[in-house]
């Protein structure tokens, strides 16, 4: 499980890096894709380790506020803390923490992508789009990006939009299972029944898969490559 740090004694080199399915190297911040988060970190103290690692992530949001009480401005904080009320599902509360980062680096891939996370999870197709097709802007061969914005397209209710999105993310990650199932789902929509059949053929779908979250959707980032 994800560990957010390690006591503020140990100097970063001597941390152990942890290893995501993509085998990403994690440093400082979380992983694009798959949303793992390095334990080396500068946050002070060492209460949000056990709570990460369990999963607690109320706990981890609750004692990355702390850390930001010490220090206000340490961005790190804010970063996990946003990170950690989104896989809680406080959505709403995640949104303004990403919105507060966006306003001191408004072209941070990884905060856009939270913050349309989590207005994807609360209905909010419309803020969602703007805000992926301006991080797509900086960023145009984000696979998960183009998949998310697939995803906002789907649920809004525009299959061809989504379809054109879920195809970028496929011709760069053609087992993006994810974005097949989105991609079969919106060729049913309008009447692509060959073309949706053959998608989900090669999704090879599973119960767990099927009974993610919607907010868990992003191809672990969680949660996240830029």
Not at 136 to 142: F, I, Q
Request: proline share 7%; charged share 25%; glycine share 6%.
């Amino acid at each position: 499980q994800p560990r957010f740090y390690a006591p503020r004694s140990q100097e970063p080199s001597q941390h152990k890096r942890r290893a995501c399915p993509s085998a990403h190297a994690h440093t400082v911040r979380p992983c694009g894709s798959c949303g793992a988060v390095a334990r080396a970190c500068r946050l002070p103290g060492t209460a949000t380790a056990p709570a990460a690692a369990n999963d607690d992530w109320h706990g981890a949001a609750a004692s990355f506020a702390r850390a930001i009480e010490l220090r206000p401005d340490d961005t790190d904080a804010r970063d996990y803390r946003a990170w950690a009320l989104l896989r809680s599902g406080q959505f709403q509360e995640s949104t303004r923490e990403f919105a507060l980062r966006l306003e001191a680096e408004p072209r941070e891939i990884l905060t856009l992508k939270g913050l349309s996370t989590a207005l994807l999870a609360m209905g909010r197709h419309d803020e969602a789009i703007s805000h992926l097709s301006q991080a797509l802007e900086h960023a145009p061969r984000n696979v998960d990006l183009h998949f998310l914005r697939g995803n906002a397209h789907r649920e809004k209710g525009v299959p061809r939009a989504a379809i054109a999105d879920y195809d970028r993310a496929i011709e760069r990650d053609p087992e993006h299972a994810r974005a097949l199932l989105g991609r079969g789902r919106s060729r049913f929509a309008i009447g692509e029944n060959e073309g949706a059949i053959v998608d989900l053929d090669r999704v090879h779908l599973t119960s767990a898969l099927l009974q993610q979250p919607p907010q868990v959707l992003v191809r672990p980032d969680a949660l996240l490559s830029v």
